[in-house]
């Protein structure tokens, strides 16, 4: 259910195209999607990772593991949606548009020095002073559909299992299902409809999508790459440069030195009046610094508003299939599950 779900978002936000997946599970795009998805496997990534991109290139598209045979489709698929709003004048409001207007606006500034006020674009008097003679630099279609496959990359399977992970500890902590229903029927009884301010008003809502991507990151672990070599504290242990660097995101959320009874599930951790022990970079959901997770905010407003939506109408339950504790998908390159039955039943006070 979730995955159609976030796959019609992802269509319709980054591709610019309408999809029913969940209806019409035969249509091209939905098909040639997941098969994208599908073949982003273990092994395609240990390939990608172990072999220079430069002898990648070289390898026959017909035999090479790296390459998607749906990237020319991908790539039909927008630039026909682009040629189509060029050629109409239309504008829409999706990630599409935006990367279009960024090409625009770098194309009519190429070469040109920024000279406008970078403190009001990023918020930050530091990157102001360090960008002053920046260039902007003209976005090419390639790094267009780049960017386009990319958001669906990073927010299609990963989106939807978040939502099966929230789901499934809402089930098995009723206590904590019980507040999140009574926030949002708050939130509906005072604006009538939830918008994107009823949203950042929710704070249960906040705490209990915070407390599961710490029990269940989907991506269970991050890299950085370093640009210098490094000595680590006075180890001794020097990382050179170009090294890669594995983070364990997943363990660290379960270090009971950063989260006491970290098998718990207690959203408390992330209200208001609770006192943190974990530092800064004990909780990795989505990265952190300058190359953190680029849709994170997107992925963050998309699975609030489905839950808010969802339990506005419904409550979740266990079944007596339902595997507690979860179990992991195996072999799969993000934390997921294979399948998570829950029980929905139908809300009957909702009022009107």
Not at 25 to 53: D, G
Not at 304 to 323: E, W
Request: glycine share 4%; aromatic share 10%.
């Amino acid at each position: 259910m979730f995955g159609a779900f976030t796959m019609d978002v992802i269509a319709s936000s980054a591709f610019g195209t309408k999809v029913d997946s969940h209806n019409d599970p035969q249509n091209v795009f939905v098909k040639r999607a997941r098969a994208a998805f599908l073949k982003f496997t273990p092994f395609v990534i240990m390939v990608s990772l172990v072999i220079p991109h430069w002898i990648l290139k070289l390898i026959p598209e017909s035999i090479n593991p790296c390459k998607l045979d749906t990237d020319n489709f991908f790539r039909d698929v927008t630039m026909s949606v682009i040629k189509q709003r060029k050629e109409t004048g239309r504008r829409y409001n999706d990630f599409l548009q935006l990367m279009m207007d960024a090409a625009d606006e770098a194309e009519q500034t190429e070469n040109q020095e920024v000279v406008e006020d970078e403190t009001d674009r990023f918020g930050s008097i530091t990157f102001s002073e360090t960008s002053a003679s920046a260039k902007y630099k003209k976005l090419s279609n390639n790094e267009l559909l780049a960017q386009c496959i990319l958001f669906f990359m990073v927010g299609y399977e990963t989106t939807a299992a978040m939502l099966s992970f929230i789901t499934y500890c809402l089930a098995t902590n009723p206590e904590w299902q019980e507040k999140l229903i009574k926030e949002v029927d708050e939130a509906f009884e005072k604006h009538g409809e939830m918008s994107y301010d009823a949203v950042r008003e929710m704070k249960i809502m906040d705490a209990v999508v915070s407390e599961t991507l710490r029990m269940h990151p989907t991506g269970a672990s991050t890299g950085r790459t370093a640009i210098e070599d490094y000595e680590l504290g006075n180890t001794g242990i020097i990382i050179k440069k170009g090294m890669t660097v594995m983070i364990p995101t997943y363990a660290i959320h379960y270090n009971p030195d950063f989260f006491e009874d970290p098998e718990t599930f207690n959203p408390e951790r992330f209200m208001e009046g609770y006192e943190p022990k974990h530092p800064q970079y004990a909780y990795l959901p989505f990265g952190a610094g300058p190359r953190n997770c680029l849709g994170m905010r997107f992925a963050l407003l998309e699975i609030k508003m489905c839950l808010a939506n969802l339990f506005r109408h419904f409550r979740v339950k266990t079944h007596t299939t339902t595997k507690i504790p979860v179990e992991y998908k195996k072999g799969s390159v993000l934390l997921t599950v294979s399948e998570l039955p829950l029980l929905v039943e139908k809300r009957t006070e909702v009022k009107s």
